[in-house]
Structure formats: structure tokens, C-alpha cells
């Protein structure tokens, strides 16, 4: 946190960071342990088993460890404040115990996301955040038109990328886009 009020009154209140240098902050700032913490124990069980009397059992059954999502939420936005229109900084986790699945374990004010389908719990991890995580390098994405995207790995305190932040922008923003 001090580093990046550091690198606010270094920059001054009117100048703005690019996407990629939003997401080389974060990389450097977002908590990888903390990102382990969030979801509970209990909702991931339920996220990773199928019960075939109860195909709403991982949606209902959802729960984050308040403490911890509240501090890395309000880690996101600060970050998204960085950008020079609005932006969106989006936390992704890949699933535990689910080969090749990742979920979005914190979005942002403005619903903004080159990857999420309204309302899936978990989804197939994209080729762009395989590699992100395999890597542990940023990645430039431009999937969707007038949307552009950079994802950064986040990695723990033994240095091991447990998940990325999506730092995304659109040309023209529509608050509405997604909640349509």
C-alpha cells in the first residue's frame, strides 16, 4: 500500500498510468496469500463436487472469507483508480482440483471483463491466462473489440503464481453492457 501512495505523490493527482503499468503494480502489490484466502474451504468443496439432486449446489453454496475479500476489493480499486478512464481490476483464480478451470474471485465497480460469462461460477482457463500463469509474465490481450486487457501474474510469499489480475479498459465504456 505504501508503495503505491508512494508512486501516486511521485506521479502527481493528474497523471495517469497506463494498463500496463497498472497491471506492473499489481503484480508487484496484490497478496497471493491473501488471494488463497478468499473463498472458504467449505464453498470450494462444493464448487469441485457434483451433486446430481442439486445442480445449484455450488452458486448457492458460495462463501469468501469476508476479512480477506474485503481487503483485497479495496486493493483492486485503488489500483483501478490509477487508470487514466475507467478501468476495472479483476482477480482470477485458477480452481483447485478442477484441471484447466479458473474462476473470478473479485470484479470490480464497472463489470468490465474480456473473459467472464455473466453469471458462471468457473469457467475453461483461457489460452492468454494459461500462459500468464505458467509464465508469470504480463500479457497484452485484446480479445473483444474496443476492449483491451493486460493480465498479470500474482504470486504468494514463496514466490509461486497463484493467480493474475485482469487490468481492463474499454474504447467507449457502457456501464450497462454486462447487467443488460
Same mark, same amino acid.
Given at each position: 500500500?505504501?508503495?503505491?501512495?508512494?508512486?501516486?505523490?511521485?506521479?502527481?493527482?493528474?497523471? /495517469?498510468?497506463?494498463?500496463?503499468?497498472?497491471?506492473?503494480?499489481?503484480?508487484?502489490?496484490?497478496?497471493?496469500? !491473501? #488471494?488463497? =484466502? &478468499? +473463498?472458504?474451504?467449505?464453498?470450494?468443496?462444493?464448487?469441485?463436487?457434483?451433486?446430481?439432486?442439486?445442480?445449484?449446489?455450488?452458486?448457492?453454496?458460495?462463501?469468501?472469507?469476508?476479512?480477506?475479500?474485503?481487503?483485497?476489493?479495496?486493493?483492486?480499486?485503488?489500483? /483501478?483508480?490509477?487508470?487514466?478512464?475507467?478501468?476495472?481490476?479483476?482477480?482470477?483464480?485458477?480452481?483447485?482440483? !478442477? #484441471?484447466? =478451470? &479458473? +474462476?473470478?474471485?473479485?470484479?470490480?465497480?464497472?463489470?468490465?471483463?474480456?473473459?467472464?460469462?455473466?453469471?458462471?461460477?468457473?469457467?475453461?482457463?483461457?489460452?492468454?491466462?494459461?500462459?500468464?500463469?505458467?509464465?508469470?509474465?504480463?500479457?497484452?490481450?485484446?480479445?473483444?473489440?474496443?476492449?483491451?486487457?493486460?493480465?498479470?501474474?500474482?504470486?504468494?510469499?514463496?514466490?509461486?503464481?497463484? #493467480?493474475?489480475?485482469?487490468?481492463?479498459?474499454?474504447?467507449?465504456?457502457?456501464?450497462?453492457?454486462?447487467?443488460?
Amino acid at each position: 500500500m505504501r508503495l503505491l501512495l508512494l508512486l501516486w505523490a511521485l506521479a502527481g493527482p493528474a497523471a /495517469a498510468f497506463t494498463l500496463d503499468e497498472v497491471a506492473a503494480i499489481a503484480e508487484v502489490m496484490v497478496d497471493g496469500d !491473501l #488471494a488463497k =484466502r &478468499i +473463498q472458504t474451504p467449505r464453498s470450494l468443496a462444493k464448487m469441485v463436487t457434483v451433486d446430481p439432486r442439486d445442480e445449484w449446489a455450488p452458486g448457492d453454496n458460495y462463501a469468501v472469507d469476508h476479512a480477506s475479500f474485503l481487503r483485497m476489493k479495496k486493493t483492486l480499486v485503488r489500483l /483501478a483508480r490509477l487508470c487514466p478512464s475507467a478501468c476495472d481490476v479483476n482477480l482470477w483464480k485458477p480452481v483447485p482440483g !478442477l #484441471a484447466d =478451470r &479458473i +474462476q473470478i474471485l473479485v470484479r470490480n465497480v464497472n463489470e468490465m471483463s474480456q473473459f467472464w460469462p455473466w453469471g458462471a461460477l468457473h469457467q475453461k482457463t483461457p489460452p492468454e491466462m494459461r500462459r500468464v500463469l505458467e509464465t508469470g509474465r504480463r500479457e497484452l490481450v485484446r480479445r473483444r473489440p474496443g476492449m483491451t486487457s493486460v493480465l498479470a501474474p500474482v504470486s504468494d510469499s514463496l514466490g509461486d503464481v497463484v #493467480a493474475l489480475v485482469e487490468v481492463v479498459s474499454q474504447d467507449h465504456p457502457d456501464p450497462q453492457e454486462n447487467v443488460k
